[in-house]
């Protein structure tokens, strides 16, 4: 079978290499399309393949038609909303992501971010430390719970809501179940959201929630800007002085935020989330296993259109 890795944004070639050898030894061939510049590149380079490996890559309806042979696409990552899942089923394509992969990279990152914003990023003005403050896990999936771990090891209580796990679940994870969204937000310190972007929960996060949050509270969103209402949010945070918003995935009013509301906002210069080279390489090679697992034995363990 041919398996295109379809990367805009390339993985390391110590990644790429290491796809290759894992998709060889199942008996397929890998093609390279990276940095292609733009739709019309992908949807030329899919005409023949049996299957995708991607990241932040687009497949919609359009490439969806073009990929006459595709079976199956794997999404590197944990976030899949840069597939077309009801295209993807209509054309009868299997679709993965590689859960856990990268959640440390990312878990590492939420972790930074409240402490670059405790310290003022890093001005010389006093900050404030994040031990014994209290930590809100918005969605306790894989990143939510590492999260969760380390803030623990740093001496924040630490308090979580999933509305598709039960409290006992939570508590197994170590964290204090919150109870509602609404006691989440009012009773932290810090909330870190880690829902995924789906049409229940994108712009989900807005004024009534943010504004609900305790004096000198931070919000930190390494999820997908998506899910922030951000008029909203821009209205907490005139009307909130004191509350702050950093983020790994810049929101569309990231100017006005920054201009407005100065060291109280920050926002990586480029998604940075999963950006360690062991998440590239882990994410990478469990995508191509999938691939080979899924046509060796049909194994769909991964699908998330089933
Ligand atoms: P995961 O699938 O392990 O966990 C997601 C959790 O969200 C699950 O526990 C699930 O029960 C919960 N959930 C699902 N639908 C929900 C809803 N409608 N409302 C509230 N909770 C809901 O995913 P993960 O690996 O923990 O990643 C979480 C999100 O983080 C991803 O969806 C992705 O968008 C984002 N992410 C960002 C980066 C980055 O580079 N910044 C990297 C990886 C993941």
Do not use: W
């Not at 590239?280 to 691939?291: E, Y």
């Amino acid at each position: 079978m041919k398996v295109l890795l379809a990367t805009q944004k390339p993985f390391a070639a110590a990644a790429v290499a290491e796809i290759r050898k894992v998709v060889e030894d199942g008996g397929h061939s890998l093609v390279l399309l990276e940095k292609y510049a733009g739709q019309s590149d992908l949807v030329a380079a899919v005409a023949d393949v049996e299957a995708m490996i991607i990241r932040s890559d687009k497949v919609t309806a359009e490439v969806l038609d073009a990929a006459k042979n595709l079976r199956i696409v794997v999404r590197a990552g944990a976030g899949y909303d840069n597939v077309d899942l009801a295209a993807a089923t209509a054309h009868g394509v299997v679709v993965m992501n590689t859960p856990g992969q990268n959640s440390n990279a990312v878990a590492e990152l939420a972790i930074a971010l409240m402490i670059f914003m405790a310290r003022n990023q890093f001005t010389p003005a006093t900050g404030t430390e994040i031990q014994g403050k209290t930590l809100g896990i918005q969605a306790f999936g894989n990143v939510g719970r590492l999260v969760g771990k380390k803030a623990e090891a740093l001496g924040m209580k630490v308090m979580a809501i999933d509305p598709f796990l039960p409290d006992e679940k939570i508590i197994e994870g170590g964290a204090e179940p919150a109870g509602s969204l609404e006691a989440l937000y009012s009773s932290c310190d810090y909330v870190s959201v880690h829902i995924p972007a789906t049409p229940e929960t994108i712009g989900s996060i807005g004024y009534d929630l943010i504004a609900k949050m305790p004096k000198g509270a931070t919000l930190v969103n390494t999820a997908r800007k998506e899910v922030i209402d951000e008029a909203g949010l821009e209205k907490a945070l005139e009307e909130r002085q004191d509350l702050k918003y950093v983020t790994d995935v810049a929101p569309d009013n990231l100017a006005v935020l920054k201009e407005k509301f100065g060291l109280r906002v920050f926002a990586t210069p480029k998604k940075m989330g999963a950006q360690s080279a062991e998440a590239n390489v882990n994410a990478g090679i469990a995508a191509a296993r999938q691939i080979c697992a899924y046509f060796a034995e049909g194994c769909t363990r991964f699908q998330v259109n089933k």
